[in-house]
């Protein structure tokens, strides 16, 4: 069965950091696509970092580059997301995805086969 588990969500105020894990089960982990996607309030789910299956390349959405920082220790089958500088329009949840053929397109929402339930983000002004 595949599993993919989020943990470290919490209510930090702006400016402050978290880290997001995601430990993944029940499937080949270095093989498929990985990334990390977030849901704000009455929004549509975007992507926010992933990495690719096809080179290892890791790839940010222009709201995220230079404040997050994505990476993975494929021997705990888990991917981490290093988020600094929070706002509070980071504020949602944050989803764990993998995708099998995703390549440099894995912060596309459509294209992830696996979703984990989520970590809620809460950053206050």
């Known amino acids: 069965e595949v599993q993919l588990v989020e943990s470290g969500g919490d209510l930090v105020q702006a400016g402050g950091s978290l880290r997001l894990s995601c430990a993944a089960s029940?499937?080949?982990?270095?093989?498929?696509?990985i990334g990390w996607f977030r849901q704000a309030p009455g929004k549509e789910r975007e992507g926010v970092s992933c990495?690719?299956?096809?080179?290892?390349?890791?790839h940010y959405a222009d709201s995220a580059k230079g404040r997050f920082t994505m990476s993975s220790d494929n021997a705990k089958n888990t991917v981490y997301l290093h988020l600094n500088g929070l706002k509070p329009e980071d504020t949602g949840v944050y989803y764990c995805?993998?995708?099998?053929?995703?390549?440099?397109?894995?912060?596309?929402?459509?294209?992830?086969?696996?979703w984990g339930k989520g970590a809620l983000v809460i950053v206050s002004s």
């Open positions: 995805a993998a995708g099998y053929g995703v390549g440099s397109y894995c912060l596309n929402v459509h294209g992830m086969d696996y």
């Open positions: 990495i690719s299956d096809y080179d290892g390349s890791i």
């Open positions: 029940g499937f080949t982990f270095d093989t498929y696509g």
